[in-house]
Structure formats: C-alpha cells, structure tokens
C-alpha cells in the first residue's frame, strides 16, 4: 500500500523556521518527482516545490529564496525546509508524489498528483 506520512508542521512565530518531512512507502517503483502543495481555507490549492528524480527542482515565486526542498533517497524522505515564514505560508501542507515523467514545475502547477500524504498544519502566527 502506498504511503506519504507528513511530520514537522507546527506553530511558529513570523520570521520562524520549520523543516517538514514526506516519508514515502509502498512504492513498487520510486516517483518519478514529489512536491510540496498547500492550501489554506477559502484559497485554491498550490503548489509550493517539487523535486524530480534527478534533483531538478521548482518553487513557487511566493517561496523563492525562503524555502528549500531536498532528499534522502536512502530515507525514501523528501524535506521541506521553510525559513523567514510568513503569515500567508500558514496552511495544511501536503505532500504528493507521481510516477509519471513530469518535470518539477509540471508537478507543481499543472498536475493532479496520484498519491497523497494525509496533510500537516503550519500556522505562522504571533
């Protein structure tokens, strides 16, 4: 059974700093690229930064510079370090992953990912 397991979002104060983690499981072949989206209430899903296969990554304007994304492919993990926070980062945040060859931004921004992890919640908030 395929699996993404979320971890690390939390409450912080604006200019704060939180790393979120996706753990992936179940895959009987690794994504080919996993991302980071979030949506917060009343606003549109988005995507925040993907990651391919190869390290080629994308990020959202509104998280350029802010915010980075790696892996570790021994850990199955991706991480999303995210620092200088803002109110307007608060959100669920989820990661989602696809086996199909999109490049990061496709992933991002024009996709519907297959698989979900179940959501964590960052507040950034004083």
């Known amino acids: 059974q395929v699996q993404l397991v979320e971890s690390g979002g939390g409450l912080v104060q604006p200019g704060g700093s939180l790393r979120l983690s996706c753990t992936a499981s179940g895959f009987t072949v690794d994504p080919n690229a996993i991302g980071w989206f979030r949506q917060a209430p009343g606003k549109e899903r988005e995507g925040v930064s993907c990651i391919r296969y190869d390290d080629t990554t994308y990020y959202a304007n509104s998280v350029k510079g802010r915010f980075t994304i790696s892996r570790d492919n021994a850990k199955r993990t991706v991480y999303l370090q995210m620092n200088n926070l803002k109110p307007e980062d608060a959100a669920v945040y989820y990661c989602?992953?696809?086996?199909?060859?999109?490049?990061?931004?496709?992933?991002?921004?024009?996709?519907?990912?297959?698989?979900w992890g179940q959501g964590t919640q960052v507040t950034v908030s004083s």
């Open positions: 989602a992953a696809d086996l199909l060859p999109y490049t990061p931004q496709a992933l991002c921004t024009k996709s519907t990912p297959e698989h």
